[in-house]
């Protein structure tokens, strides 16, 4: 009985950690821009795909638009604003906080302070006498599948190799011809859908409002910290061990020690392994090599 929980618990938490972090990862790591309206995005996925579930499209069906919406709202703002920002680090700290309020406000005045929401499908199983949700669980299997969809995109597909000839070099790319303002703007385009796609899987599981995305920033922001620049290996590792802590402390003390482990781990991490587990493992890789 405590095992399942202990599972179940851990599945809850990797699928969220991985889903709300991976579009962060992606932006960050391939293009070195901190984008905090990176909860608004996920709120806009959610709005989107609550709009369509409640106008009688499908879920599966509602949740692909809310991607697609966002992945389109993303790349609009690539090419307005981001694109005046990248190699701006901190500038874009300031642009994307800007964004934020924006949206969030936007929001608020479009559609009030909460929106009817959709009841969370594919009902639950009974294991020793505990409830689960069953969509918490196939939460976990598309975020594993994500990840592998992740890997095959960067490192099986052209977009993947010239993506990493960008990311690592940008003006010896730039000088054999790949149009890296281009491949940027797909980057963040990626990076937004993923956003998307995150709240709009979990619409169905929370209140959607103005302030939906709150929830998903500071865990996201954790995650790629821990995991350090490269969205492929650190991704996985630091939801991997993120996940395992939250699940722990939250089954044993609640949420709100959940959440504080989070932040004792990074702070350990980021003293420790200045940068991130994925700096950590290329650096071994270099050093077998």
């Not at 293009?31 to 409640?54: D, K, P, Q």
């Not at 639950?124 to 006498?129: K, P, Q, R, Y």
């Not at 790629?224 to 802590?245: D, Q």
Request: charged letters at 5%.
């Amino acid at each position: 009985m405590q095992f399942f929980n202990f599972l179940y618990q851990f599945m809850d938490s990797f699928a969220f950690l991985i889903l709300s972090a991976i579009g962060l990862a992606i932006i960050f790591g391939m293009m070195g821009i901190i984008n905090l309206a990176h909860g608004e995005f996920i709120m806009l996925g959610a709005y989107i795909t609550t709009i369509s579930a409640v106008a009688g499209v499908p879920l599966p069906l509602a949740i692909a638009i809310g991607t697609m919406g966002v992945a389109i709202f993303g790349y609009i703002v690539d090419r307005l604003i981001i694109c005046r920002l990248y190699g701006r680090t901190m500038d874009s700290v300031v642009a994307t906080w800007g964004i934020s309020m924006i949206m969030g406000q936007g929001i608020l005045i479009l559609f009030g302070p909460s929106l009817q929401g959709v009841s969370t499908p594919l009902g639950s199983i009974v294991i020793g006498g505990a409830s689960y949700s069953v969509y918490r669980i196939v939460l976990f299997f598309i975020a594993i599948f994500l990840l592998a969809f992740m890997y095959w995109l960067f490192m099986h597909t052209k977009f993947g190799l010239l993506s990493r000839a960008t990311m690592q070099k940008r003006e010896i790319a730039q000088s054999l011809g790949v149009n890296t303002n281009r491949m940027y703007s797909f980057t963040f385009m990626l990076g937004s859908a993923f956003a998307g796609l995150a709240g709009g899987l979990y619409a169905s599981t929370m209140a959607v409002s103005p302030n939906f995305g709150t929830g998903f920033l500071m865990p996201s922001f954790v995650t790629v910290i821990v995991g350090g620049a490269n969205p492929l290996i650190g991704t996985l590792l630091s939801g991997g061990l993120l996940g395992m802590v939250n699940s722990v402390l939250s089954g044993i003390w609640g949420t709100f020690y959940g959440r504080l482990g989070l932040l004792l781990v990074a702070i350990i991490v980021i003293r420790l392994i200045p940068s991130g587990f994925s700096g950590l493992v290329e650096k071994k890789m270099m050093r077998g090599l």
